[in-house]
């Protein structure tokens, strides 16, 4: 196997059970600011390829975003 990618995702639906404990714990947290999202920010539209390699490379943390300047 030279390269491969595999995307998974969790479907909201399967744990709506969950909803209310999940709102409970977060919503204090992210008011306080005590949980955060991870995110590399890269200023400029004109820097989208460098911000898509980086992101094909593992150099973002997170999510990556492109800033438009």
């Given amino acids: 196997m ?4 595999r995307i998974e995702g969790v479907p909201v639906k399967d744990h709506r059970d ?9 919503v204090p947290h992210l008011r306080s600011g005590a949980l955060t999202a991870d995110e590399t920010v ?9 911000a898509f390699l980086l992101m094909l490379r593992g150099g973002n943390t997170g999510k990556i975003l492109v800033r438009a300047a």
């Fill in 2 to 5: 030279e390269k491969s990618l």
């Fill in 18 to 26: 969950a909803q209310d404990e999940l709102y409970d714990f977060a």
């Fill in 42 to 50: 890269v200023d400029g539209f004109e820097r989208i390829v460098e």
